[in-house]
């Protein structure tokens, strides 16, 4: 199974791109490709933009590598109880160019913040919203408090409890 995962954030020390990174690698015998979204660079979206450019090739691109998945695990970073706007941005592009970008693919939706709310409010958004954008979406789950639960230097959950969630929610993509 080839699974695509990235974090919806452009920070460099992003926490949610970790958390997809490790919840990826615990899918047993997956090709796991990690994306950034960094590489996909676009303009701010306007209609007036998108007559003058066209399809912006940052989404393109995207959308040509979202088609190399088999399954997607996508970690949510939460800004002010929304999707951050540089992904936000990436996904209307993207959408204008194929509404359902995720064709159905089965996908684990996460999210994580450092506080004790774990993104619930983005995570909701995402999966409620996920069928409209072809998201098929088999599991979610939150993971509060980030940096009590996770060790970003050895890139590993440190509370077992979420570890076995993880475990549980990426197993449903198989």
């Given amino acids: 199974m080839k699974v695509i995962a990235f974090g919806a954030s452009t920070s460099s020390q992003s926490i949610n791109q970790a958390l997809a990174t490790y919840a990826a690698k615990q899918i047993e015998g997956a090709q796991v490709t990690v994306l950034n979204i960094n590489d996909y660079s676009v303009p701010m979206f306007s209609e007036d933009r998108e007559k003058e450019l066209g399809q912006a090739e940052g989404a393109q691109a995207f959308l040509r590598d979202l088609a190399q998945a088999d399954a997607f695990v996508i970690s949510f970073a939460e800004h002010n109880g929304h999707y951050p706007a540089a992904y936000k941005n990436l996904f209307d592009w993207t959408t204008r160019i194929d509404r359902e970008l995720f064709k159905g693919k089965p996908a684990v939706y996460l999210a994580t913040s450092p506080g004790p709310g774990g993104a619930q ?46 475990k549980a929610t990426v197993a449903l993509l198989g």
Wanted: aromatic share 10%; glycine share 8%.
């Fill in 121 to 166: 409010s983005v995570l909701a958004a995402a999966v409620a919203s996920a069928p409209f954008f072809g998201g098929n979406v088999k599991g979610s789950l939150s993971v509060p408090s980030f940096y009590d639960n996770f060790d970003l230097a050895a890139g590993e959950v440190t509370n077992s409890e979420i570890a076995e969630k993880i």
